[in-house]
């Protein structure tokens, strides 16, 4: 009796340490939604926890990683284009335009980059719709219609999500460290001195980082071998002319 209630024992214990397995695995092949909540850098002229905070920012979810898609673009023929499916939500007090800049940086070795920036494909973007959302009920918008109507404000437990979609066509298929820089999620910038031989100041925008990597065999492309490394929130350079920029308060005179 006292064996087989060891074994049973056992087998239940083996089957428990299965099951804890199995649920790790299906965790890992399976992320959840990567909400990417604003932070705080030492550059923001203002308290952006503050309600009152004249620098916004908003929350950008990257439930994910960037996927592969073959697709007959027109005037280019079959393409293995790159998309990065997202959404955007807006939990500060007023309406937000946000006017997506997706610029996509790889990696094929250490003296080896290449930069790609988020294109507009209909063709594409279609496919991609009716992979991703085939009764189309989120409206996806790429980097054009979705800065058409303002991100409206959310409640914390209510939120209202818009979702985008970026594309890419040309990154090379080596390429196994990327990074995507999503700039307009804020208002935030800095302007720093400039950088030699040049006399125009260095314009820096408070931008979203995404690290990636990619593991596998360059000629056979797949989206599970995209996997997410990390997030910050950094200030990056930007040729944004100054025009185009919130506009400072002027200093109190003294």
């Known amino acids: 009796m006292t064996g087989g209630w060891v074994g049973r024992s056992?087998?239940?214990l083996l089957w428990v340490a299965l099951m804890i397995g199995l649920s790790g695995l299906v965790?890992?092949?399976n992320p959840k939604d990567r909400e990417i909540k604003p932070q705080i850098n030492v550059q923001d002229s203002d308290d952006i926890t503050s309600p009152d905070s004249k620098v916004w920012v908003l929350t950008f979810v990257c439930s994910k990683d960037p996927r592969l898609i073959k697709v007959d673009v027109p005037g280019r023929g079959q393409r293995v284009c790159w998309y990065?499916?997202?959404?955007v939500i807006n939990y500060t007090k007023a309406p937000r335009t946000?006017?997506?800049d997706f610029e996509l940086v790889s990696r094929v070795s250490p003296g080896k980059s290449t930069v790609h920036h988020d294109q507009i494909l209909p063709k594409v973007q279609e496919a991609i719709r009716q992979l991703e959302d085939?009764?189309?009920s989120l409206k996806v918008k790429n980097s054009v219609t979705i800065a058409a109507t303002p991100i409206p404000p959310s409640k914390p437990n209510a939120p209202r999500p818009v979702t985008g979609v970026a594309i890419w066509d040309d990154v090379d298929p080596e390429a196994n460290n990327f990074q995507v820089f999503v700039a307009g999620l804020s208002n935030g910038w800095k302007e720093t001195d400039p950088i030699p031989p040049s006399k125009k100041p260095?314009?820096?925008r408070k931008t979203l980082e995404l690290d990636f990597k990619r593991v596998?065999?360059?000629f056979l492309q797949r989206s599970g071998d995209i996997h997410f490394l990390k997030s910050e929130w950094i200030y990056r350079g930007s040729q944004i002319e100054l025009p185009a920029l919130p506009i400072k308060a002027a200093a109190p005179a003294r």
């Open 10 to 12: 056992t087998r239940m």
């Open 27 to 29: 965790f890992a092949g």
């Open 84 to 87: 990065l499916w997202y959404q």
């Open 98 to 100: 946000f006017v997506p």
């Open 134 to 136: 085939p009764t189309n």
């Open 202 to 204: 260095v314009v820096r």
């Open 216 to 218: 596998g065999d360059p």
